[in-house]
Structures are given as structure tokens and as C-alpha cells.
């Protein structure tokens, strides 16, 4: 880009729009699971998979999958709580930061058996806003004392008569 003093070079590192989150990591969530134990004389892993999905599809909340959960003889708890989305780990992280609220995730195979979870509630918690007049006033006043304080100092450097003796 030309500019009055010569060229500019510009580069776009990151981009929001007012009101969106700033940090998609920063939302928080609750969450429920479902953790389906696997018999030991238990068929192929797709299939369980696939008996997972067609047991936890109907689930249309967290209360059904916790219930469904109930009935299936789910192991380990079904409620994991409130959770901002950058405190969790790995594949739960990313099912979380995807999944929209009250959709079963698709079954995963875990050490513990199939799991399949679920979000609850998502809360965007930072959201970017527009600066305020107040805000936008107090930001010029800065740079221009900023700019007054350099001018001055600038000055008074110019001004000065140094003596050095040897």
C-alpha cells in the first residue's frame, strides 16, 4: 500500500466481528455422557458402535441420555459439569467445541467402554463489544498526550547544553 511517506506493508493476523467470542476455548459447557460397558464376550466393535448410535440417537436432551444411560447400565458418572472448553482434553475438547447443545456426539471407543456425550448448555462467556463513546474518547486523549509528552521530551532533548569534562 503507498502511503504520503512511502510503501506499507500490511498483514492480517487474525479477524472478528464485534460480538462474537474472542476465544472459542474461553465458552463454557456442561456436560453428560453415557459410558457403555463392553462384555468381554462382546461382538465386533463396529457393531457396538452402531448399537451405541441407535440407542443414543432418540436422546433429545440430557436428561434422556442420562436416563438412557440408566437403563443400559452406563459406568461411570453421566454428569461431568460445567467445564470452560480449554480445561478438557483431546477428543472430548474437540466433540465440545463442535457438538451444538442437546445432540448426542457419535459413540466413541474408550479403555472404559462405548462413551457417548452429550452438551448440555454452551455459555459464550467473553464476547467482543464495540468500544463505548466514554472509551473511544479516553483512548484519543491517550495518544494524543502520548504524542505531546514525545514532542516535549523530543525538545528538551535538542534544547539541552551538555557539558562533559575530562
Not at 466433540?95 to 452438551?119: F, H, K
Not at 464476547?127 to 498526550?145: G, L, W, Y
Amino acid at each position: 500500500m503507498r502511503t504520503g511517506s512511502g510503501f506499507a506493508i500490511l498483514q492480517m493476523l487474525d479477524q472478528r466481528i464485534a460480538g462474537q467470542v474472542a476465544n472459542p476455548e474461553d465458552a463454557q459447557v456442561t456436560l453428560s455422557q453415557v459410558i457403555l460397558p463392553v462384555p468381554k464376550d462382546a461382538p465386533p466393535k463396529q457393531e457396538l458402535l452402531a448399537r451405541a448410535a441407535q440407542i443414543t440417537t432418540p436422546a433429545k436432551s440430557c436428561a434422556d441420555l442420562e436416563a438412557i444411560g440408566r437403563r443400559a447400565g452406563s459406568v461411570g458418572p453421566l454428569t461431568l459439569g460445567t467445564k470452560r472448553i480449554g480445561e478438557l482434553t483431546g477428543v472430548l475438547r474437540r466433540i465440545a467445541a463442535s457438538l451444538p447443545p442437546n445432540r448426542a456426539s457419535d459413540p466413541l471407543d474408550t479403555p472404559e467402554g462405548i462413551q457417548v456425550v452429550m452438551v448440555c448448555e454452551r455459555v459464550e462467556s467473553l464476547k467482543v463489544s464495540e468500544p463505548t463513546r466514554e472509551q473511544v474518547r479516553r483512548m484519543i486523549e491517550d495518544e494524543r498526550m502520548d504524542m505531546l509528552s514525545r514532542r516535549y521530551i523530543r525538545n528538551l532533548r535538542r534544547q539541552a547544553f551538555i557539558d562533559i569534562r575530562g
